[in-house]
């Protein structure tokens, strides 16, 4: 295997402010090692307003790409040279691949909650009434991959409601999903509703904050899923306390992670093992 290796590696990396608490690298050593794949993984912290700066010293040195993190997703989708379908349903980049035609800008964050919801947790959310927490950047990343699975209904509430109204009607302006109820509520509005899949896109989680959602709010036998990872939240205390099936979102950051390792390198690596590890410490 060693001989067929080329003399130096590929280079790639997560840039991010923070960035030390990042698990890419261990994510993506674990992914090449799997796939015989020679390449260097790394987190670089870039300066608040040094970006761009950042992405295009990478580009000069030989990087073939680079993950996106807070608080930059925005930036590299408008940095992009060229951009996937998803990344410009998204409106934000977490995957940039350094091309001769320039930077292309991909979002990966969908594909990889679809896949932890489906593959992972073996839920389907075809059929499914589908309530997404918040109108930001992580819940304008997984709204379409979502979208595509049909589920009966999606509501997304916020604290800002005008916020996740534009996020409905930016759906029905390009009408691709005009077979699914699409609609946002302020969170006093939920009483009385029911969800199959309620996903947490806020980060609440980060400060220990509650969201003020009914009692009432999860279906027997719900998924409760928080896209935060490494701890419980209190939005996974509430759910395990009405009586919801519970995930954090260990399996999202992997799968992720999967689906940008197969954009760079052209195989999909196996996720279970990685996930186990990182589970166990």
Same mark, same amino acid.
């Given at each position: 295997?060693?001989?067929?290796?080329?003399?130096?590696?590929?280079?790639?990396? $997560?840039?991010?402010?923070?960035?030390?608490?990042?698990?890419?690298?261990?994510? *993506?050593?674990?992914?090449?090692?799997?796939?015989?794949?020679?390449?260097?993984?790394?987190?670089?912290?870039?300066?608040?307003?040094?970006?761009? @700066?950042?992405?295009?010293?990478?580009?000069?040195?030989?990087?073939?790409?680079?993950?996106?993190?807070?608080?930059?997703?925005?930036?590299?989708?408008?940095?992009? @040279? *060229?951009?996937?379908?998803?990344?410009?349903?998204?409106?934000?980049?977490?995957?940039?691949?350094?091309?001769?035609?320039?930077?292309?800008?991909?979002?990966?964050?969908?594909?990889?909650?679809?896949?932890?919801?489906?593959?992972?947790? @073996?839920?389907?959310?075809?059929?499914?009434?589908?309530?997404?927490?918040?109108?930001?950047?992580?819940?304008?990343?997984?709204?379409?991959?979502?979208?595509?699975?049909?589920?009966?209904?999606?509501?997304?509430?916020?604290?800002?409601?005008?916020?996740?109204?534009?996020? $409905?009607?930016?759906?029905?302006?390009?009408?691709?999903?005009?077979?699914?109820?699409?609609?946002?509520?302020?969170?006093?509005?939920?009483?009385?509703?029911?969800?199959?899949?309620?996903?947490?896109?806020?980060?609440?989680?980060?400060?220990?904050?509650?969201?003020?959602?009914?009692?009432?709010?999860?279906?027997?036998?719900?998924?409760?899923?928080?896209?935060?990872?490494?701890?419980?939240?209190?939005?996974?205390?509430?759910?395990?306390? @009405?009586?919801?099936?519970?995930?954090?979102?260990?399996?999202?950051?992997?799968?992720?992670?999967?689906?940008?390792?197969? $954009?760079?390198?052209?195989?999909?690596?196996?996720?279970?093992?990685?996930?186990?590890?990182?589970?166990?410490?």
């Amino acid at each position: 295997m060693s001989s067929t290796l080329p003399n130096t590696p590929d280079y790639y990396a $997560v840039i991010g402010h923070p960035i030390e608490h990042s698990k890419s690298p261990i994510i *993506h050593a674990a992914f090449a090692k799997d796939t015989g794949q020679y390449l260097q993984y790394e987190r670089i912290l870039a300066p608040l307003d040094g970006f761009v @700066h950042t992405v295009k010293t990478l580009q000069q040195q030989g990087y073939k790409g680079a993950n996106v993190t807070v608080p930059f997703k925005f930036e590299a989708f408008q940095l992009a @040279h *060229h951009l996937t379908e998803r990344a410009h349903d998204a409106g934000a980049v977490n995957t940039l691949i350094f091309s001769p035609e320039g930077i292309v800008g991909d979002n990966t964050d969908g594909a990889g909650l679809v896949r932890d919801i489906e593959q992972n947790l @073996h839920i389907k959310i075809s059929g499914k009434r589908v309530l997404l927490i918040g109108a930001g950047g992580a819940a304008e990343g997984v709204l379409h991959p979502i979208l595509a699975q049909s589920p009966a209904l999606l509501v997304i509430t916020n604290r800002t409601l005008d916020k996740a109204l534009s996020m $409905v009607k930016k759906v029905e302006e390009q009408g691709d999903y005009r077979y699914v109820s699409v609609n946002a509520y302020a969170f006093e509005d939920l009483s009385g509703q029911q969800f199959d899949i309620v996903i947490n896109a806020t980060s609440t989680g980060l400060t220990d904050s509650t969201l003020p959602l009914p009692s009432t709010i999860f279906a027997p036998n719900a998924l409760a899923y928080d896209m935060m990872y490494g701890r419980e939240t209190p939005f996974m205390t509430f759910a395990y306390q @009405h009586g919801a099936q519970v995930a954090d979102g260990l399996g999202m950051l992997v799968e992720q992670a999967a689906e940008a390792f197969f $954009v760079w390198r052209g195989i999909r690596p196996v996720t279970q093992v990685i996930m186990q590890q990182i589970r166990a410490g």
